[in-house]
């Protein structure tokens, strides 16, 4: 662990390695996308099914690359459903080890060692740990939903507690009731989950973009962040209030005057803060101290790095003179010479 360097910015190619490193990242970020696509079609061909497309597209403005395996949601067998879904993810997987393979055994200032880091940490923190994740339609989604075999998982979950809320506070009663404990046990479990992870990520990324544009564009800031949180939440209460206060009784009413309160409150506590700047002399010091020393002995010619410098792992911090090695270096220049 000691060796892993998971800056973002180092990571894509940003911080000594200029242009060349960015454009190393997006290679190597569309190569896995292209392998990750292929094992789920070649999965879907090994049991049977029919591959018609395979392209290239923007989503969020990221190049990526998409499969057509349609035809494997008609399989019987489950099992071939869910193997299909995780074919690209067994392909990123085998391609990381080797990645890791190659980084471990190839000295660190060879290109082919910075190559094979970026792969592995692209392969297994993008491709195999961010589409297992469940809780949004990527490869683990559609894992999970097989292994339950239940289709429209999380459309069919958030229906369930949107009609389970209403019954709770409007007293309305369920249009369609979910028939099987082991269905609504499922729809209660996962929906609630999705909702606590959808809200955590859009609180998060607000409460970081808030605290951004604060301290970087000060009042200015600040009411662009609180401009951000108005259009984003402008169209979902303008529905859901009118609503809730039409079918709502007395007592019902009384609770939304409450909820809609609170829920005030916590974003004036969250949100509205004073934009400030506090200007003043500081010093950063080492949590702790790290010995370096040289595998030959020599004596010092320059020290390249400043204090306070960020040093990252494989970083020349010194050039040192050493007799006995610059001997040998001699007498191979003349040997090559001769």
Known sequence: REHLDLDIAHLMGFGGTGGAGVLWFWIIFMVI?????????????????????????????????????????????????????????????????????????????????????????????????????????????????????ISELRERSLAYWRALLGKIVLRKPIAEPVRGIRRRRAYLIFGGVAIVYTVTIIFAFFLWLHEFLVSTFAETGFLLSMAAVFAFTRKPLARAIPRLWERGRPSARTAVQWVLGSAGLLVVAQFVRTPARLVTDARVSSAHREMVRAREPGRGLAVLVHEGDLVRPHTVVATLWNERLGAACRRVRSRAEE
């Open 33 to 149: 996308g292209f392998l990750h696509e292929s094992g789920h079609a070649h999965a879907c061909k090994h049991y049977g099914g029919e591959v018609h497309r395979m392209g290239f597209m923007l989503m969020y403005f990221t190049p990526c690359f998409f499969v057509d395996v349609s035809t494997s949601m008609l399989f019987e067998n489950r099992w071939h459903r869910i193997w299909v879904a995780l074919g690209g993810i067994y392909v990123e997987a085998i391609v990381t080890v080797a990645a890791t393979v190659v980084w471990t055994v190839t000295p660190p200032e060879m290109l082919i060692n910075d190559v094979a880091y970026r792969i592995m940490i692209v392969g297994f923190v993008v491709g195999v740990l961010f589409n297992l994740n469940p809780l949004i339609k990527l490869d683990g989604y559609f894992v999970v939903s097989d292994l339950l075999n």
